[in-house]
């Protein structure tokens, strides 16, 4: 069975920082791009990050640009993200999704259970 | 950048088709995936590359796209179907994943 579980939230203050971790299982972790989004208290979807399998590719949302860094160790099949400078908006469940692609694009599935991360003083 | 538009809400009967859009510039020449998210739950892709379903979607979920607007149509709704369904596509010119502000699907 196809597994994503992330870990790492918690509460921060404001300007500190945090890593997540995603856990994946039952798939050959390294041939797949993975990502980040995030969901803020009663909002949308909003995309974070994103890494190609092999870490050639990384893309970042404008609003986290700078001070979020996406990373993975396929060796450990996870996946990572470095969240520094944090601020009271960073505020949100943040869901780890693979790729699923067609031939000719990808959307995201599955997805972990997400993890809530709160900036607050 | 890349702007997906969706309505807040629709509202549809037990057994009626219920179709939320999706609209964004040229949009007909993106791949557009669909998401379900039920309350407390991560999402769950529903539609990819505009109208395929992945494996365990039924069929009652389809999609199209064409012009300035994506759909995504449920036949036959049923009372679990009611979520909240948010529009993704990949804008190659910013290099970004972009999603629609969602809709919510009220079953009445």
């Known amino acids: 069975e196809v597994q994503l579980v992330e870990s790492g939230g918690g509460l921060v203050k404001p300007g500190g920082s945090l890593r997540l971790s995603c856990a994946a299982s039952g798939f050959t972790f390294s041939s797949y791009s993975m990502n980040w989004v995030r969901q803020a208290p009663g909002k949308g979807l909003e995309w974070v990050s994103s890494i190609s399998s092999s870490s050639s590719y990384i893309y970042y949302a404008d609003s986290v640009k700078g001070r979020f860094t996406i990373s993975r160790d396929n060796a450990k099949n996870s996946l990572y993200l470095q969240m520094n400078s944090l601020r009271a908006e960073d505020t949100a469940v943040y869901y780890c999704?693979?790729?699923?692609?067609?031939?000719?694009?990808?959307?995201?599935?599955?997805w972990g259970q997400g993890t809530l991360v709160t900036v607050s003083s | 950048s890349y702007v997906l538009t969706q309505p807040p809400s629709v509202s549809v009967a037990p057994g009626q088709t219920a179709r939320i859009t999706c609209g964004g510039n040229?949009?007909?020449?993106?791949?557009v995936h669909w998401y379900q998210q039920k309350p407390g739950q991560a999402p769950v892709l529903v539609v990819y590359?505009?109208?395929d379903r992945p494996s365990g979607i039924p069929e009652r979920f389809s999609g199209s796209n064409s012009g300035n607007t994506a759909t995504l149509t449920i036949s036959r709704v049923e009372a679990g179907d009611e979520a909240d369904y948010y529009c993704?596509?990949?804008?190659?010119?910013?290099?970004?994943?972009?999603f629609g502000g969602g809709t919510k699907l009220t079953v009445l």
């Open positions: 999704a693979r790729d699923y692609c067609s031939s000719t694009s990808c959307g995201f599935d599955p």
């Open positions: 590359d505009d109208s």
């Open positions: 993704q596509v990949w804008d190659s010119s910013s290099a970004h994943v972009v």
């Open positions: 040229n949009i007909g020449s993106k791949s």
